[in-house]
């Protein structure tokens, strides 16, 4: 053996040390990618849930919106999944312009919620996993089946979203929730 050279076997022995290395910082940056990548899509799923049910929002916040002494129940039906409202939107003492009634509905079979106005149906969001909605009443008691509709000052959402696509190697689908609190400001004057 000469102690100047680098031997094969030394040389061999580098390169399975730099080869562990590289196995290990690279292995370091996939999980790193993967942890970076579920993020974005929870972020991006978060949004887009917000999005799609932004003109629900807009549209419970406006229930029972009228002219001043005009009498208007701005929501007739309430149930855990599904809810009617409406409002006087251009102030010409009915509801039965465009968009001043509107039914908002859960299906868990499809997992999808509907809105229905001027006789037309529209998928609002799909992937829906669960949904509620709850009510708080003038008393303050919360409830999702009031009985006296017209009671409801605070409509909250509560819902699941689940990915359109498996995000992790082992398939799992990710799942993100939501609660929405709602006060329409017409509701109770
Ligand atoms: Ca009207």
Same mark, same amino acid.
């Given at each position: 053996m000469n102690n100047k050279g680098i031997t094969l076997i030394e040389i061999l022995v580098s390169l399975v040390i730099v080869s562990v290395l590289m196995a290990g910082f690279y292995s370091t940056f996939l999980s790193q990618h993967m942890v970076y990548t579920a993020q974005e899509t929870i972020t991006d799923m978060t949004q887009a849930a917000r999005a799609s049910v932004s003109k629900m929002v807009q549209e419970l916040r406006m229930a !029972?919106?009228?002219? $001043?002494g005009e009498v208007l129940n701005g929501i007739s039906v309430a149930t855990p999944t599904t809810i009617r409202v409406l409002a006087d939107l251009n102030r010409? !003492?009915?509801?039965?312009?465009?968009?001043?009634q509107v039914d908002y509905a859960y299906d868990a079979g499809t997992k999808e919620i509907t809105r229905t106005a001027n006789n037309q149906s529209e998928i609002v969001?799909? !992937?829906?996993?669960s949904f509620n909605f709850s009510y708080t009443l003038a008393d303050g008691s919360v409830t999702s089946a009031p009985t006296n509709p017209e009671n409801i000052r605070k409509i909250t959402i509560n819902f699941t979203v689940q990915s359109?696509? $498996?995000?992790t190697k082992t398939g799992e689908h990710s799942n993100i929730s939501l609660t929405l609190d709602i006060t329409p400001r017409n509701m109770g004057l």
């Open positions: !029972g919106y009228k002219k $001043p010409d !003492g009915d509801t039965a312009d465009p968009d001043e969001c799909g !992937g829906v996993t359109e696509k $498996p995000v």
